[in-house]
């Protein structure tokens, strides 16, 4: 190992290597634990993550991917590792103003994405609460999905193209800008979702929409999960596919995030079971306004919905996605185990009072939050019990994840499955899936040196 940072630091000089007490200090502050990784290498180009690769392949050493270190199951977990930082590949190359796509390093921040997407008049509609550190590398590696996946797809819907570099070092370039292109296999879905296992994203080519003219945003009070649904339906008929966000938040949640010590603070007036804030993006300000309040207005007299708040500026709607942004409030009751769970919207209910049910017997005290992207299908759970030993853990994980199998659901719906969750791959995934997902592995990475050990263990 120490010929390889000597090597290492030859080639790409210090500033490309850190170890030591700055390898430490840059191993904090991530979501989940990232260990202490025995060196952390900066690249700063292709290039030079493909020399990496190249030596590190040639010694047998593994290597881990960082990009913001926002992910939320250990799949970043790199203790007595390599971590390769993509942190200076941080550029954004080009944008194609009449094609609508931008060629972007794999480092930048997902919000400078969207800056530099909003300053050349599109719109890049991948939104999530770590926008500020996640990177664009780490939102494709983890095909990330967020608040507007029912109106734009996951990030794997954003990306055209992608560069790519292999456990060996081979650089694969696959930088397409088109749309349609069915030319033999496409080959970036080997990166997409797939956790920095079979190669580490070092630029790509992400879809720009155009940007939409008008927003409107409501804050709902719901009386019955069943109305939920319904809503959801109601809206759609009605925005004629504007709809472009339905998160839907528990009262425990709601309750958290709108009383102290969090700062932000109801805009209903009464306390319901459920909460949706419903958004929709159109091309015509003056037209979708009174739509949009057409559409809640109905849902009022059909008793779809209790109460609902518009929001009347941008102050009062960034108001209402910040309560629902404001997940960090559940760390007041750390410690915390957090769940990102699929399954069909008709069983949410019976699953989340199962859950209640389940933890109540087991820990009275417990606290549990619900919240989630609805419309997708998918829920956010977290929950503190007031220890988290490992063995409190893997009951905790068996109360949330058995119910799944049967109804269908899926234990990972967006955060992927990392370290965290690789035991249960096998509850969401069939042996034939499983075993061609080891085949993939062995082919690209024979030697295990691409972040091992995440999504695939040995005994899956
Ligand atoms: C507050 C908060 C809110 C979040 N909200 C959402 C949400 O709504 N939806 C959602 O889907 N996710 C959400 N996430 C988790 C989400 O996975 C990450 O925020 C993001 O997609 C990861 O980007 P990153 O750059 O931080 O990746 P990292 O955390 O650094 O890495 C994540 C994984 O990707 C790999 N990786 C990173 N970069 C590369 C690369 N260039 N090439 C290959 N592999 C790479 C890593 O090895 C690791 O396995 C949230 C996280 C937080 C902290």
């Not at 507007?148 to 570099?165: D, K």
């Not at 296999?185 to 940007?211: C, M, P």
């Amino acid at each position: 190992m120490m010929d390889l940072l000597e090597t290492l630091t030859d080639e790409l000089g210090a500033v490309a290597v850190l170890t030591g007490a700055d390898a430490e200090e840059k191993s904090q502050g991530a979501w989940a634990p990232m260990g202490t990784p025995l060196a952390i290498i900066r690249p700063a180009n292709t290039q030079e993550v493909s020399r990496v690769m190249e030596l590190a392949h040639a010694a047998g050493q593994q290597v881990i991917a960082w990009g913001g270190k926002t992910g939320l199951v250990e799949g970043g977990h790199a203790d007595g590792e390599l971590a390769l930082s993509l942190e200076r590949l941080n550029a954004i190359d080009s944008i194609d103003p009449i094609g609508g796509t931008m060629s972007v390093q794999a480092g930048v921040p997902l919000q400078k994405v969207c800056e530099a997407a909003e300053e050349a008049g599109f719109f890049f509609p991948l939104d999530l609460g770590a926008r500020g550190s996640a990177t664009i590398g780490g939102n494709i590696a983890t095909n990330a999905g967020g608040n507007r996946v029912i109106r734009y797809g996951m990030t794997r819907a954003l990306v055209l193209g992608l560069e790519a570099v292999l456990a060996d070092g081979t650089i694969v370039s696959s930088m397409n800008r088109l749309i349609k292109n069915n030319a033999g296999y496409d080959l970036k879905q080997l990166f997409i979702g797939t956790e920095g296992t079979l190669g580490i994203v070092t630029r790509a080519v992400v879809r720009l929409h155009s940007k939409p003219l008008s927003q409107d945003t409501g804050l709902v009070g719901v009386e019955s999960f069943e109305n939920l649904p319904k809503l959801l339906r109601h809206m759609e008929a009605r925005l004629g596919g504007t709809l472009s966000a339905y998160e839907v938040m528990w009262d425990g949640f709601y309750q958290l995030v709108t009383n102290e010590p969090a700062a932000g603070r109801s805009p209903l007036e009464g306390r319901y079971p459920y909460y949706a804030l419903v958004e929709a993006m159109g091309g015509d300000q003056e037209a979708d306004t009174p739509r949009f309040e057409h559409a809640l207005m109905g849902a009022l007299e059909d008793g779809i919905i209790c109460d609902a708040v518009i929001a009347k500026s941008d102050s009062e709607r960034e108001a209402m996605w910040a309560l629902r942004d404001d997940v960090g409030q559940v760390l007041h009751h750390y410690p915390i185990f957090t769940f990102d769970v699929s399954l069909p919207i008709a069983d949410m209910e019976m699953y989340v009072a199962g859950l209640e049910a389940s933890f109540d017997a087991t820990w009275p005290d417990n606290k549990l939050f619900v919240f989630g992207h609805l419309g997708d299908g998918n829920l956010h759970v977290i929950i503190g019990v007031g220890d988290d030993s490992p063995a409190t853990r893997k009951a905790v994980e068996q109360i949330v994840y058995a119910p799944l199998q049967k109804i269908g659901g899926s234990v990972s719906a967006e955060h992927g499955i990392g370290l965290e969750k690789r035991d249960y791959l096998a509850l969401s995934r069939g042996p034939e899936e499983i075993a061609l997902m080891r085949l993939l592995k062995k082919s690209l990475d024979p030697k295990g040196i691409l972040n091992p050990g995440k999504v695939l263990s040995p005994e899956n």
